[in-house]
């Protein structure tokens, strides 16, 4: 049975840093492409960023280019999203997500598994 949960949200600061963790039970990355995901509410699902496991292509959302960083252990089976220089506008709740297929942006109705969510607040 595919399981993705995510850790890592939390409270912090403008300015400040988080890393989002994705354990993925039930199958190996190498075949698979994983997405970060975020909702804030009253807004629409955002693809922020996406790993292809086999090449190592990366994709981000324009508004966390330079910001946020995706990466991916093999070994753990675990993708992380490392979040630097956070903005209140990052408040949302994140989720990691698995597809057979790679697109960019990611299009949240071609992932197959989700996992349940982590909330991250940017608040001062």
């Known amino acids: 049975q595919v399981q993705l949960v995510e850790s890592g949200g939390g409270l912090v600061q403008p300015g400040g840093s988080l890393r989002l963790s994705c354990a993925i039970s039930g199958f190996t990355l190498d075949y698979y492409a994983i997405g970060w995901f975020r909702q804030a509410p009253g807004k629409e699902r955002e693809g922020v960023s996406c790993?292809?496991?086999?090449?190592?292509?990366?994709y981000y959302a324009d508004s966390v280019k330079g910001r946020f960083t995706i990466s991916r252990d093999n070994v753990k089976n675990t993708v992380y999203l490392q979040m630097n220089s956070l903005k209140p506008e990052d408040t949302a709740v994140y989720y990691c997500?698995?597809?057979?297929?790679?697109?960019?942006?990611?299009?949240?109705?071609?992932?197959?598994?989700w996992g349940q969510g982590t909330q991250v607040t940017v608040s001062s």
């Open positions: 997500a698995t597809t057979r297929f790679w697109e960019v942006p990611p299009n949240p109705d071609t992932y197959d598994y």
């Open positions: 790993i292809n496991s086999s090449d190592g292509s990366t």
